[in-house]
Nanobody, 123 residues
């Protein structure tokens, strides 16, 4: 069993930055890929970024490429999402997800999800 807890959300002006973190706990976290998704009001949840256990494979949604950076620290069981040049359309609840096969995380089929953290970008 894996538990995920997100933090770091908040209110920021357009053009600003935020850093989200996802802390994982559980006995069997080894070899889990992780990712970030977001859901804006009235919209479906969408993929943001994902990273393999080793960090050697990373994927981003086109909408965040060049602005967001995903990273992880396996020694601390944490994953981060550095978000720069934020836009009002980035406003959403951000969720972290984890599962052992990276493809399952990328398509949103991961077994483990956090409760989410709100990111609001004002214009």
């Amino acid at each position: 069993q894996v538990q995920l807890v997100e933090s770091g959300g908040g209110l920021v002006q357009a053009g600003g930055s935020l850093r989200l973190s996802c802390a994982a706990s559980g006995r069997t976290f080894n070899n889990y890929a992780m990712g970030w998704f977001r859901q804006a009001p009235g919209k479906e949840r969408e993929f943001v970024a994902a990273i393999s256990w080793s960090g050697g494979s990373i994927y981003y949604a086109d909408s965040v490429k060049g602005r967001f950076t995903i990273s992880r620290d396996n020694a601390k069981n944490t994953m981060n999402l550095q978000m720069n040049s934020l836009k009002p359309e980035d406003t959403a609840v951000y969720y972290c997800a984890a599962d052992r096969p990276l493809p399952r995380v990328v398509v949103g089929a991961g077994d483990y999800w956090g409760q989410g953290t709100q990111v609001t970008v004002s214009s």
